[in-house]
């Protein structure tokens, strides 16, 4: 765990990594053992947030680092001692119910917020329960180090106190069911509750004093023989007396007197002799032990019973525990032959419900009756004596660079937590297992099996739009060769319900007709998406993404992510029919957690992944207001831009010959290059438009161009605007200056917020960086692509930003913008990474629902791409009975 250089992500670069750490309330045993691992976690370069009743001086005097945070809070209790060997068992259970039972709906909350907000990498428990479960509804991995567990402990209270708070065992064994793996350190007890075991030697605070200065400062010379007890909480005031020890021997008793100031306690020194408390102590090291036939005793009830929490706790297939449940039944039932899911809780839920997709049953609960079509079609979907290829591919936050892509500017996105799962597999025509309608389809052919795609979609019922979709692979052929794209378009749309299958289906046409590939095989498909649709958060790039990625996996196709982004690309824009850039699906393809891609869409050109600092943060918030790339507005201002550049072109070019005439007619060398020929030359035949700096804009072309245009008058003047993903109406007025201006200075600001996300860490730079936002978003808003929606969240923002605080508190939110393709959608955030921003953030989100009526989903946590997850071979596994 310590001394290690932690290289993450393929980058080859070390990384600061997060630990959460909780420290139970039993004692500074814990604390003090927690402070050694945590000082060489710092001293490796990462950082550590402590969780803990124990007051500071316990960690900041070992641990003098910026690195080392200290967060107070309790909890569990321990167990509630008259001292430090008499344990009130009863008072133990009622104690832990009062302060971990009765408030663990809001502890859990609380916790997963807090998490989240610190973008923790691991969390590491002594022995908090709740920590584990937190862990698990956060979607982080949780390790635990011990010698011992509270289930085990409480075992044995709940028997002595006439089985009173049952509860309290299940729970916390249940709790430490989502640890990954246990730290087990010598003289530890049987602990059932943990899969795995990792023993290691015992861990201590490290010595600051010499055995020769310990023995100066107490005066005991070398010749004397000592044994010294330290129990923590007991006074100092007490003396072993010299009949119970050897001869030539002294005993001291080390009193923990920090621990008595710190609890406020202060214990009576004649309640049991010294000699009754160490035969107390020996009693208790002997019982603990791993001697063969003397482990203590677990009792039977605890083993085997049914708990009261309605959680089986022999059976993998609980409903109430569903991430445990999940990891037996995958275990159980799908066997997992190649690829990692990378501990992503959404993964393991896809799997789990493609696990159980066979074991449908008509008498679903009517909470589930609008899921029953797509359910009843994914009954049937799938051969299981056939592999099945699973893949997943993120929504994006578009971070900076927007509606800036098509015009080539650098972008900065944010692959977010929500996905797309896509589950593949294809089948010999003759053993494909068709829908009745399909099957009936090709008898009215009157020709033997061909190929079929068959896709089912979840969550169909909730987006008014059909939950299957069917078609003869040869469809998709026209004359022996690939359908074009117009014809393909026009095949999609001619059932609204069933249009969303372009963005699936879709991939395989662009396969065939960019590579060449051809379908010999059936292929059914299951698609799952977490990506809201409609807020701007790249729903439909997460789709495309995660069925091309299957598709190529179940066909043995070795496409990179960055050339599967640009097919993705063609999808959209000449399937499906809208005209967005390529970042979101870049993003999707080639981003990684917790890191910003960043990309010159030139076409598709990847700078590299930018890390976030730890103590910033990023957020979307969504306005409510549905957003599509195919909408009118964003069309048009693609246009204005596209114009724009067509115009700069022109007048560039006029300059250049004006310029070069002078030359001839006699004009000085000087004269001729005020323009400077070699800028007009390049401006002239301008590629891409964001590669033309503000201030040549503002000096040679701002004023040149119009504020709108007819696009008849447009094309009579300019013929063309040169974009082959949009058509210029000649009866529609477009607006140029806004649009050309916005990806200029759009491009020039991204280059400012990446080189500022690593500049030194201070309020200027949130500061900068957020003013950076607020630019955007009414950059946005001078091209028409802004909403009541999006500007009242920025306003909110704006308030909270600059409402006053004292001066000892940092501030906590510092700017916003709306994101993608504008005109709705979802707002980014950016701000401190620290938990009264989180808390910030949901009193945005309650101000605006109480002003709208909505209530904003917010977008928090980052996930891999699809080249980053790859892909999982999955296959039944055959049961042995």
Request: net charge negative.
């Amino acid at each position: 765990m310590v001394g290690v250089e932690h290289k993450r992500d393929g980058v080859g670069k070390n990384r600061t990594l997060i630990f959460a750490y909780y420290v139970t309330g039993h004692g500074f045993g814990h604390a003090t053992r927690v402070v050694e691992v945590a000082r060489h976690l710092i001293n490796a370069g990462h950082i550590v947030h402590v969780v803990t009743g124990a007051p500071d001086f316990v960690f900041t005097t070992e641990i003098q680092s910026p690195n080392l945070f200290i967060r107070k809070v309790l909890l569990d209790c321990g167990a509630v001692q008259a001292d430090a060997l008499t344990v009130d068992r009863l008072a133990s259970l009622e104690k832990y119910s009062e302060t971990a039972v009765v408030p663990r709906d809001s502890i859990l909350v609380t916790e997963v917020e807090w998490l989240n907000s610190i973008k923790a990498d691991l969390v590491v428990s002594d022995v908090v329960p709740v920590a584990c479960r937190a862990a698990a509804d956060a979607g982080i991995r949780s390790v635990c180090v011990s010698n011992f567990s509270w289930d085990f402990i409480y075992s044995e209270y709940v028997m002595a106190a006439g089985n009173h708070h049952r509860k309290i065992v299940w729970q916390i064994a249940e709790d430490y069911s989502h640890c990954e793996f246990l730290i087990r350190l010598p003289g530890y007890c049987p602990m059932p509750a943990f899969r795995d075991a990792i023993d290691v030697p015992l861990v201590v605070r490290r010595l600051h004093k010499s055995r020769k200065e310990v023995r100066e400062e107490l005066g005991i010379g070398e010749d004397v023989k000592v044994v010294i007890l330290n129990f923590g909480g007991q006074p100092s005031g007490w003396k072993l007396e010299e009949r119970y020890l050897p001869s030539g021997w002294l005993c001291l008793v080390a009193a923990n007197i920090l621990q008595e100031t710190a609890v406020g306690k202060s214990y009576a020194s004649d309640r049991l002799s010294g000699a009754r408390r160490l035969r107390d102590a020996i009693v208790l090291g002997y019982q603990l032990q791993r001697v063969p036939g003397r482990d203590l005793f677990i009792p039977e009830w605890y083993a085997n019973a049914e708990n009261e929490l309605n959680l089986s706790t022999g059976s993998p297939k609980s409903e109430a525990n569903e991430r445990t449940a999940l990891m037996e039944l995958s275990d159980e039932d799908l066997m997992i032959v190649h690829g990692n899911i990378y501990g992503l809780s959404d993964t393991r839920n896809f799997l789990k419900r493609l696990a159980g997709l066979d074991a449908f049953n008509d008498s679903i609960k009517n909470a589930e009756k609008r899921q029953m079509r797509e359910r009843k079609a994914a009954a049937g979907l799938f051969n299981w004596e056939e592999d099945i290829y699973v893949t997943r591919a993120p929504g994006r936050l578009d971070v900076m660079g927007g509606i800036a892509d098509y015009s080539g500017s650098l972008v900065l996105q944010m692959p977010i937590r929500e996905a797309c799962h896509v589950a593949v597999q294809r089948n010999d025509p003759y053993k494909h297992r068709l829908w009745k309608h399909a099957l009936a389809r090709q008898q009215a052919k009157g020709q033997g099996p061909t190929p079929v795609l068959q896709i089912v979609s979840y969550g169909s019922e909730l987006s008014n739009r059909g939950p299957t979709f069917d078609m003869d692979l040869s469809d998709f052929l026209d004359d022996g060769k690939p359908l074009s794209y117009e014809k393909a378009r026009k095949y999609f749309a001619r059932d609204p319900a069933q249009k969303w299958a372009a963005y699936v289906a879709g991939t395989i046409l662009v396969l065939m007709t960019e590579l060449g590939v051809q379908f010999k095989d059936s292929i059914s498909m299951l698609v799952s998406s977490a990506v809201p649709e409609g807020k701007g958060v790249s729903s439909s790039a997460a789709i495309e993404v995660a069925s091309m990625t299957a598709i190529a996996a179940a066909h043995g196709l070795d496409i990179s992510p960055r050339e599967l982004a640009l097919l993705c690309q063609k999808v959209e824009n000449h399937i499906v029919g809208a005209p967005c850039g390529v970042m979101d699906q870049m993003t999707s393809a080639c981003g990684e957690a917790n890191k910003l891609l960043a990309m010159v869409c030139q076409p598709a050109e990847v700078l590299g992944l930018v890390e976030i600092p730890t103590h910033i943060r990023f957020w979307g918030i969504d306005s409510g207001i549905r957003h599509s790339v195919g909408g009118t507005d964003y069309g048009s201002v693609r246009v204005g831009a596209f114009m724009g550049q067509k115009m700069i072109q022109s007048t560039a070019s006029t300059r250049l010959s004006e310029s070069l005439s002078s030359a001839l007619n006699g004009a000085t060398l000087d004269e001729v290059e005020e323009d400077g020929i070699e800028l007009l030359e390049t401006e002239a035949s301008l590629d891409y438009l964001c590669n033309l700096a503000p201030h040549r804009y503002e000096a040679l072309y701002s004023n040149v161009l119009p504020e709108s245009i007819l696009g008849e008058a447009f094309l009579d003047k300019y013929t063309d605007h040169n974009d082959d993903v949009t058509v210029i109406d000649p009866k529609c007025t477009y607006g140029v200056r806004a649009s050309t201006r916005h990806p200029i200075y759009e491009n020039f600001r991204v280059k400012a917020f990446k080189a500022l996300l690593t500049s030194t860490s201070s309020d200027e730079q949130l500061t900068a960086l957020g003013e950076l936002l607020y630019q955007c978003h009414y950059s946005y808003s001078a091209c028409g692509l802004g909403s009541d929606g999006t500007d009242r969240l920025v306003q909110l923002v704006q308030e909270m930003h600059h409402r006053k605080r004292p001066k000892s508190e940092d501030g906590t939110l510092y700017g916003a913008k709306i994101t993608g393709g504008g005109s709705g959608g979802t707002v980014c955030v950016v701000g401190r990474n620290c938990l009264l921003s989180s808390q910030h953030i949901l009193e945005i989100q309650r101000k605006y629902k109480a002003a709208t009526g909505y209530l904003p989903f917010i977008f928090e946590g980052s996930s891999p791409g699809a080249g980053k997850f790859g892909y999982l071979k999955v296959r039944r596994r055959i049961s042995t009975n």
